[in-house]
């Protein structure tokens, strides 16, 4: 059960990526930094199945990890179904094999964080901590 002032925060990998020992080792990490509560919901999520779980599970920010080329994409579609489950406000972070020259066009449809190959942890600890916090 969330404490007052704990960030939520959702964990998943979207589409056929399976690529999860990065998410699945962040995901502890986030946990023992404290002040957080992880939700890990695992890999072959649906767009749609991850907005909603975003929505039910009202968590303050959602982190997504790719290693395949539909990263573009398929951010683009969850962010139009978190608008429309009324979520649209969640920042959503990426993580994984994100190009360089794709993140101008991810921040412009909404992503508020990208932390691809060689992010240090405290950097995505303390940007969780902050871009999620409830009181914010």
């Known amino acids: 059960m969330s404490r007052p002032n704990t960030v939520r925060c959702m964990l998943g990998m979207l589409g056929t990526d399976v690529h999860s020992k990065g998410i699945r080792t962040l995901a502890r990490l986030l946990d023992e930094a404290g ?7 695992g890999e072959h999520n649906s767009v749609e199945g991850m907005a909603t779980a975003v929505a039910e599970r009202k968590a303050d920010i959602v982190g997504i990890s790719f290693s395949s080329a539909a990263y573009v994409e398929y951010t683009r579609q969850l962010i139009e179904a978190m608008k429309a489950r009324g979520v649209g406000h969640v920042p959503v ?3 994984g094999i994100i190009h360089p020259d794709d993140v101008d066009e991810l921040k412009e449809m909404g992503v508020a964080g990208v932390f ?6 405290e950097d995505i600890i303390a940007f969780v901590q902050n871009e999620g916090n409830p009181q914010r």
Request: aromatic share 6%.
């Open 35 to 41: 002040g957080i509560d992880v939700d890990y919901i």
């Open 116 to 121: 691809g190959a060689g992010s240090k942890t």
């Open 93 to 95: 972070i990426l993580g």
